[in-house]
């Protein structure tokens, strides 16, 4: 389905066009994490995607015929356990797009659609260096810390 806010439309993905903006999107998301992150394989990225867009559940915000936010994750299980949750594999906004509501809005339906499928998202941030901003974006929306990742330099 499509909801529209002043020229914001929110929908989920298809493959062809959506793919190759998801790849350039997830390009860009890359070049802004902290140093020391681990290169892109231009390949697998690819396939990461494709994946995502066939078994999973892909959230765009399109402005202009232009996605500029995207989420997508899959429906999966902690190693632990086998109680399914909805994961997130990326999520990222544009730049010039972060002063608007578009960031709120796709987490929303993400946790809209976890909600329906009767499953708990959960949702990480690793490599952005602004820990402690994402920290509290996701608290005010009813999110709950569960952790931290580490990493040699």
């Excluded at 298809?14 to 860009?28: A, F, K």
């Excluded at 892909?58 to 190693?79: C, H, L, P, Q, R």
């Excluded at 997130?88 to 993400?110: C, G, P, T």
Aim: proline share 1%; hydrophobic share 40%; with cysteine.
């Amino acid at each position: 389905g499509r909801t529209r806010w002043h020229g914001l439309i929110l929908r989920l993905a298809t493959g062809g066009d959506d793919l190759s903006q998801l790849y350039m999107m997830l390009r860009v998301m890359h070049s802004e994490t902290v140093s020391g992150t681990s290169p892109v394989d231009p390949a697998k990225l690819e396939a990461a995607i494709a994946d995502v867009l066939k078994n999973g559940v892909v959230v765009v915000a399109e402005v202009d015929g232009d996605i500029v936010g995207s989420i997508g994750g899959v429906k999966t299980t902690n190693w632990w356990s086998s109680e399914k949750c909805l994961a997130d594999m990326w999520y990222f906004v544009y730049k010039q797009h972060r002063n608007s509501n578009i960031a709120i809005k796709l987490i929303k339906s993400f946790m809209e659609i976890g909600k329906n499928a009767k499953v708990k998202v959960k949702l990480g941030h690793v490599y952005s260096g602004d820990g402690d901003r994402k920290d509290k974006f996701y608290e005010r929306l009813g999110l709950v810390k569960a952790g931290s990742l580490y990493t040699e330099a």
